[in-house]
């Protein structure tokens, strides 16, 4: 593998091997596995630099943002039928006419609003900043999950009808439809993530193939109809067609009903024309001019598509069939053509070209749907991972996400196009509303120079697609519309609590950061090493901590088990010859997370002292490595995170590293013991905790002079005042003298807490947290806390101390 970077003046590429490994302190850290996967299928990764962007003339336009438009005249005339002919028979090839031209009426009309997008907006367009920029970034959410859909249905539409194209002129692979489809709906996606551009004569000759193919097939059906050489199925006899029983006798209601329906269908036929005004900066300068041609372009090639596969089915009674395939326009491309050599020859290309165009339009979502969502994350109104670009500079994590949603839905369909319509519409039409009352709204705010005819029309627009939403929601409720009717205020309902949810995390960090900024330094720095045993990561994470050169550092041990508590004391007092001493700290209920918060918010609390939690985290690899070990330093570091003047340190530890190291050593060495390796102490498995503690130990005393009624909370002692305090051993460490050591433990009780000094003393029997004890002594000071240095005390029985 290589990777290309610039070099020179000239911008020229030199080719330099890309590495495998990475040189890190003199040694070799190998790539990981998933990233040398990634790097094999996607290919090398390219740098930032190679971002540019391709200015595109008007026929390369066309040819790159048409094929969802132009594509969906395969498909339009057919979903009107499909209404239809149940219901009407024969009459429906008469009926498709002035439903097809309603549809086109509709079509000119979104194609003046859209010029008028395009020329105001040349640098980003498109319906959601339309929106956006005329009602406010909440109201645009309903047009940014409009196109999101759109997209969405676009692609299982799209390469569900280019397998119908394939399939009628192969039906031997029609059973095995809804596999091919989500075949290539997932290579087109590994193709995406590969990085492949859409602004490439490549992907521009589809659109012409088609054009020119149906435009073919139209004239010569035309011509042939004049001559009356054009023959006509006979839809009553065609095996596996739709019902094209007339049903006498239909009340005024159905009639309209079953019309609406075949128009809601039709509607399908608009979709892609906003590909325009999405992809306008795309064009070579004046954007908007040029955008404004080659849109006019689009919609006419788009109109007269339309018309003639209608005209064309009205004369030759081309019927949809049942399992999809063949479709209306490849019956139309066969009677046209006829079956001889050249006709066969042309009958292919037609197939072809239709199955590339469609296959085309759904890799245009492929471009569209991950900048709309990275520009909607950029507002943020989607989760800003979704502006990140990946390993090819393209946004891999947008193209994976629509990829899922596609494939699920082709699954739930069955790669089914008429089953795919009922989600289609809404989307598309959604957007029209929103770009034409936009616009309205634009031209009355400005109000430049012939502004009432242009809002006339936004709002005539808009006005006519909020119309068909509102058909098609009715119409096609029972058929799967519901979902997108239900779906559609959830999700902008979703945005707009995301939105929020960002909004208020950077007020926080924006407002607070001048007060944080104003206060003064801590006077004290208090490191806590959190302790679950005694190993190099142990180790390394006290050597950490050292660097940090604070006024004071705390290694503490959570007592869970008390046997493991006490070996574990036992080594640290043997191995750890330092100035850091091991303190026990009672966690009865186990929860170490909250036992961890509650510690770094008491030594928080002592004054001006900033807190840094140090917690070593040893990382394996793998998922057997997640499956065996669990990841608790991650989540106290995230409970401590809300503490003021807290901060969590993770020091992670490569095991795996250490066991490669391992079996490096000699084999003797590595295999001795632990006491042969430096720095690793050996498990002493003698020390053993007591089945009970003595009744007293040390000065053998009573609490207050004979009766336990002289016990006084913690909160009432006096200092130079002797007295007798009963409360649980919270926690004991071992404080490290010049030639001897002082055992400290922490009594409380409801009221407060009492520092224990046991001088001379590295261990005492019994002496444990969350063992009840009762002392008698007399308080004194150290270091601001009330302390009684040598104790008599008395270890008082659980079960008649609770």
């Known amino acids: 593998m290589s990777e290309t970077r610039p070099s020179g003046p000239a911008g020229s590429v030199q080719v330099l091997p890309e590495p495998t490994h990475l040189p890190v302190n003199g040694a070799d850290v190998p790539e990981s596995v998933g990233y040398q996967l990634k790097r094999r299928l996607l290919g090398r990764p390219l740098v930032t630099a190679s971002l540019h962007e391709e200015r595109l003339s008007k026929p390369l336009a066309l040819g790159v943002l048409a094929p969802d438009c132009i594509s969906s005249s395969a498909y339009g005339t057919e979903e009107m039928l499909i209404e239809l002919l149940p219901a009407f028979g024969l009459l429906a090839f008469s009926l498709v006419l002035p439903i097809t031209g309603i549809i086109l009426v509709i079509g000119v009309l979104m194609t003046v609003v859209y010029r008028e997008v395009v020329q105001v907006y040349t640098k980003a367009g498109g319906s959601y900043v339309v929106a956006r920029d005329n009602f406010g970034p909440r109201v645009a959410q309903v047009a940014a999950v409009a196109l999101l859909i759109d997209y969405v249905v676009t692609v299982a539409v799209q390469a569900a009808a280019g397998t119908v194209a394939v399939a009628s002129a192969f039906p031997v692979i029609g059973p095995y439809s809804l596999e091919i489809t989500v075949g290539v709906v997932v290579l087109i996606a590994f193709g995406n993530l590969r990085g492949i551009r859409e602004a490439g004569r490549v992907f521009a000759l589809p659109t012409y193939l088609f054009s020119g193919s149906i435009a073919a097939v139209i004239v010569v059906g035309l011509v042939r109809e004049v001559f009356g050489t054009l023959p006509r199925y006979d839809p009553t006899h065609l095996p596996g067609a739709v019902d094209v029983h007339h049903v006498s006798g239909l009340a005024l209601g159905m009639v309209v009903l079953t019309l609406l329906r075949s128009f809601a269908n039709g509607g399908s036929s608009l979709t892609g024309l906003e590909a325009i ?39 030759t009674h081309a019927t949809p069939y049942a399992s999809g395939y063949p479709s209306v326009i490849s019956q139309e491309a066969r009677i046209v053509f006829g079956h001889g050599a050249v006709g066969n020859a042309l009958y292919l290309v037609v197939q072809a070209s239709s199955a590339l165009i469609l296959y085309t339009g759904a890799n245009t979502s492929f471009n569209g749907f991950p900048f709309l969502a990275s520009f909607v994350a950029e507002d943020s109104f989607l989760p800003r991972q979704l502006t990140r670009r990946g390993h090819r500079l393209v946004f891999s994590n947008g193209i994976i996400v629509l990829t899922a949603v596609s494939v699920a839905l082709l699954l739930v369909t069955g790669a089914k196009v008429n089953s795919l319509v009922p989600f289609y519409a809404i989307g598309v039409f959604t957007g029209f509303t929103m770009a034409g009352f936009g616009m309205a709204t634009y031209y009355r705010t400005h109000r430049g120079r012939g502004w009432r005819p242009k809002a006339v029309i936004g709002v005539s627009g808009g006005t006519l697609s909020a119309l068909i939403v509102l058909i098609f929601a009715v119409v096609k409720f029972a058929e799967g519309a519901w979902l997108v009717v239900v779906i559609f205020p959830i999700l902008v309902f979703v945005l707009i609590r995301l939105n ?18 104003t206060e003064p330094n801590p006077a004290c720095h208090v490191v806590l090493v959190l302790v679950d045993d005694l190993d190099l990561a142990t180790l390394r994470t006290l050597r950490y901590a050292r660097s940090l050169r604070p006024d004071r550092i705390r290694a503490v041990h959570f007592v869970i088990d008390n046997v493991h508590a006490e070996r574990l004391a036992d080594r640290w007092r043997t191995t750890q010859r330092g100035d850091i001493a091991l303190e026990l700290l009672d966690c009865p209920d186990r929860r170490i997370r909250r036992a961890a918060l509650e510690l770094t918010a008491r030594t928080a609390a002592a004054g001006n002292t900033e807190v840094t939690v140090v917690l070593p985290r040893r990382t394996y690899p793998g998922v057997v490595g997640r499956l065996l070990h669990d990841r608790t330093a991650d989540r106290i570091a995230a409970v401590i995170s809300r503490v003021p003047h807290a901060a969590a340190t993770i020091v992670p530890f490569d095991v795996d590293a250490a066991i490669t190291r391992l079996k490096r050593l000699p084999f003797g060495f590595a295999h001795a013991g632990p006491q042969a390796a430096p720095g690793v102490p050996e498990p002493n498995g003698s020390a053993t905790a007591p089945d009970h503690p003595p009744t007293a130990t040390g000065r053998r005393s009573l609490a207050a002079p004979g009766h336990p009624d002289g016990v006084v909370p913690v909160a009432a002692l006096r200092r130079r005042i002797p007295a007798t305090v009963e409360g649980t051993i919270r926690s004991v460490r071992v404080q490290p003298m010049t030639n001897s050591h002082v055992l400290e433990c922490e009594v409380v009780d409801d009221t407060g807490g009492l520092l224990l000094r046991f001088y001379g003393r590295g261990t005492i029997p019994g002496i444990q947290p969350g063992r009840r004890i009762r002392v008698h002594g007399t308080p004194g000071s150290q270091d601001g806390t009330l302390a009684i240095c040598n104790p008599r005390y008395e270890l008082l029985d659980p079960e008649r101390h609770p």
């Open 500 to 517: 929020g949810r960002y909004r208020r995390e950077s007020d926080a960090l924006a407002t607070l950061a001048p007060i944080i900024d």
């Open 277 to 315: 005004s999405n992809g306008v900066s795309a064009f070579r300068s004046p954007e908007g001019v040029n955008a404004r041609k080659v849109l006019v372009m689009m919609a006419g090639t788009l109109g007269f598509l339309v018309a003639g596969v209608s005209w064309l089915a009205h004369v």
